[in-house]
């Protein structure tokens, strides 16, 4: 440990930033970035900060991915200067060194940024009430709202990163491969997965039709990625920016449908636990559309209910491939847990599946 507290205070300290370095403790649950929390003693006053490694075997050129999250929030923290006094509390604020760049990089070569702690909020792991999923669902709208009008174009930091058709190929890829013998065991998952493959491209072929554009989307809308105000509930800031790039909004939306819908975890094995509850869904629906409804196109309101289902396919589709694959990318701690993983996504599909009339009369209400 004490080694560790004097590699962050060398680290901090090439930031422009007063005060004395206190201590630095890990901090949050996430499963990429190392991250610390920071106290500093400023004047007296004790200030907080976050501060991560960016993982280079993720994210390969982690300096793209700073110059993706320095633009989009300067350009963020721009809008809301003027109409929120709590700004501090809308976006993430990146702390920035004496040649003004907003990382550093330690002797070995890893990339580091901080961030200033956020106080009074929190992000929940799971959502208790639709009053919670309509702040976080409208604090990604608001974000993308935000952003319609930043210029250029962002690094795409992971190529494809949400694209189902190329998702399915990868599995039928897997199915002819069977590196470990496995595919004879989940054909009733296989079939369920490419009876559904010409549903699953239409959002990727309304993108190419110009149908759906290309926005600044954050590509990991799970709903601890929103951090809410502990007085009033509200949705006040989105984090976990590593994966903000060009994509879909639909499939943001979509990815809010698939984790904050189901009351069960994502490798529950009694599948009786998973279902779309759909008073959460109209929840993120409203929340989203508060925010969103301005800037969407015909077709990406027509396509809401929908994005809910090919994504929860995708990620459903990228755990089975894992399995066949012999279980190469996503971490396990028991042997059948990306089977079992698939398996709750799929039976989510199902779920969403029946309640899909229900889910686009919504939007005729609106």
């Known amino acids: 440990m004490p080694g560790t507290q004097q590699k962050l205070r060398k680290l901090m300290n090439k ?9 630095g403790v890990p901090f949050g649950n996430g499963h990429v970035n190392d991250t610390y929390l920071v106290t500093f003693d400023q004047g007296g006053v004790r200030l907080n900060y976050t501060m ?8 390969k050129e982690p300096l793209k991915v700073m110059e993706n999250i320095d633009r989009v929030t300067q350009h963020v923290l721009s809008k809301i200067r003027q109409a929120h006094m709590e700004m501090k509390k809308r976006t993430m604020r990146l702390l920035r060194t004496p040649d003004n760049l907003p990382y550093v990089i330690d002797d070995n070569g890893s990339c580091w940024r901080a961030y200033v702690y956020v106080e009074r909020a929190r992000a929940y792991d799971v959502l208790e009430t639709p009053e919670q999923a309509y702040g976080i669902a409208k604090a990604f709208g608001e974000f ?39 595919a004879a065991k989940v054909q009733k998952e296989i079939d369920f ?37 502990d007085l009033s ?54 929340g989203f559309c508060a925010a969103a409804n301005n800037f969407m196109t ?41 089977l079992d993983r698939c398996r709750t996504q799929l039976k989510l599909v199902t779920s969403i599946e029946e309640q899909m009339n229900d889910m686009q009369k919504l939007l005729l209400k609106k």
Do not use: W
């Open 298 to 338: 015909p077709a990406e309101k027509e396509n809401l209910a929908l994005s809910g289902k090919i994504i929860t396919l995708e990620i459903g589709t990228r755990f089975l491939a894992d399995y066949l694959n012999g279980d190469t990318y996503f971490k396990i701690k028991r042997p059948e847990q990306n």
């Open 52 to 59: 991560q490694r960016i993982n280079s075997e993720v994210f």
């Open 193 to 229: 997965i490419l009876s559904r493959k010409e549903e699953a491209g239409i959002l990727m072929k309304l993108n190419s039709s110009g149908d759906i554009p290309e926005r600044i989307t954050h590509n990991d809308t799970k709903c601890n990625n929103v951090l809410i105000d």
């Open 233 to 286: 509930g509200e949705g006040v800031a989105v984090i976990d920016l590593d994966t903000v790039m060009p994509g879909l909004s639909l499939y943001d939306f979509g990815d809010m449908v698939r984790t904050c819908t189901s009351p069960a975890d994502e490798d529950e094995v009694d599948l009786r636990k998973v279902y779309m509850q759909f008073d959460m869904y109209e929840a993120l629906f409203k």
């Open 144 to 182: 993308q709202q935000q952003l319609t009008d930043l210029p250029g174009r962002l690094h795409e930091t992971i190529p494809d990163f949400h694209n189902t058709p190329k998702r399915i190929e990868q599995l039928e890829k897997a199915i002819a491969r069977d590196a470990v013998g496995r």
């Open 15 to 23: 930031f422009t930033i007063y005060g004395d370095f206190l201590l």
